[in-house]
């Protein structure tokens, strides 16, 4: 596996869009969604694979945006997973004036997920602990537990809050060799601050990181801690991006086998039932009627051009898929 940068958390509000709204929004028009109670204020939620779009709360609160890591991957499976959309509008709603802004990003994470052993967590922990490090942060923590060793800087309340964790302990992935994640959470200006920089994600992640974290190698001759070099194993890992880009694009990889696994392992039950009452034809007549009054998602207008040019993709994939489903 190769080390990733990815977004693990995001949550907006609009004061001026309605919930329908943010499902267009998202590309999420074609997925099935739960009604459920709302949090924060909010009476109602939409709910979809960890995503959830609260709304019908007070008239000043319009809606709220909220995506884990686990719902920003569906969202990069299923949805239209542009981010620079959502950006875009969001900084097009800004205003240095809080009160008046009409949309919010309210908390973005980012997390660099590394496999390659760049990041030594034992070494870490003992250089936390020796306190060889330059912080903007008045707190810090070395946590070790079942599920690995973190270690912690700032609060989770803050505006700015780091963590570096063992990946592979918590999800008990005995299948890789190394995972290590370090992983950034910015709230409110500061995550507008992140998303109003032009520069790559790469560059970004680690300007903000070493503008808050620095490990440094100590000396007897330095009193003032900030004069202190960098420590190489810090360098080297800061100084990563400048050999690639390694923002995980998700909206690349999504074919026609996602789109075939969603509709037959989400959707069969519901399309099952369909079917039982109204019958095969019937059913598909009223597909074919819904779909002329709708707007088709870019991801699967991208599917459908690759499969008209090349006829044969999807009869490898179904007779892949047949002698799968005969070893099993």
Not at 81 to 90: G, K, M, Q
Not at 102 to 110: P, S
């Amino acid at each position: 596996m190769n080390n990733a940068i990815i977004y693990d958390y995001l949550t907006f509000t609009s004061k001026i869009h309605s919930h329908y709204y943010m499902i267009e929004l998202l590309g999420l028009e074609n997925v099935s969604w739960e009604q459920r109670l709302g949090f924060y204020g909010y009476r109602d939620c939409l709910f979809f694979e960890n995503i959830r779009i609260h709304y019908n709360g007070r008239e000043d609160m319009g809606v709220c945006v909220e995506m884990s890591g686990k719902g920003l991957r569906a969202w990069e499976q299923y949805g239209n997973s542009d981010y620079n959309l959502i950006f875009s509008l969001i900084l097009e709603h800004y205003s240095d004036n809080t009160d008046k802004r009409e949309m919010n990003i309210t908390r973005l994470d980012i997390a660099y997920d590394d496999f390659s052993g760049l990041i030594d967590l034992d070494n870490l922990v003992f250089e936390t602990q020796k306190l060889n490090f330059v912080s903007r942060f008045r707190d810090w923590q070395v946590v070790a537990g079942s599920k690995g060793s973190s270690v912690n800087h700032g609060s989770t309340s803050s505006s700015v809050y780091i963590r570096i964790y063992d990946k592979k302990a918590e999800q008990q992935r005995e299948d890789i060799e190394h995972w290590v994640r370090c992983e950034m959470q910015l709230r409110k200006n500061c995550a507008f601050g992140f998303i109003m920089n032009n520069e790559v994600v790469d560059r970004k992640f680690f300007d903000v990181l070493n503008n808050y974290l620095r490990y440094v190698v100590t000396s007897d001759n330095v009193t003032n801690k900030s004069m202190l070099l960098t420590a190489p194993y810090w360098a080297n890992f800061i100084s990563s991006y400048n050999t690639t880009s390694i923002f995980y694009k998700p909206a690349f990889t999504y074919n026609f086998s996602n789109l075939h696994y969603y509709v037959t392992d989400h959707m069969s039950s519901a399309i099952a039932t369909c079917i039982d009452i109204v019958g095969v034809n019937q059913f598909l007549v009223d597909v074919n009627n819904s779909r002329k009054n709708k707007k088709l998602n870019e991801r699967y207008k991208s599917i459908k051009e690759q499969y008209n040019a090349n006829s044969n993709a999807i009869l490898e994939f179904l007779n892949e898929r047949d002698s799968n489903n005969e070893r099993t």
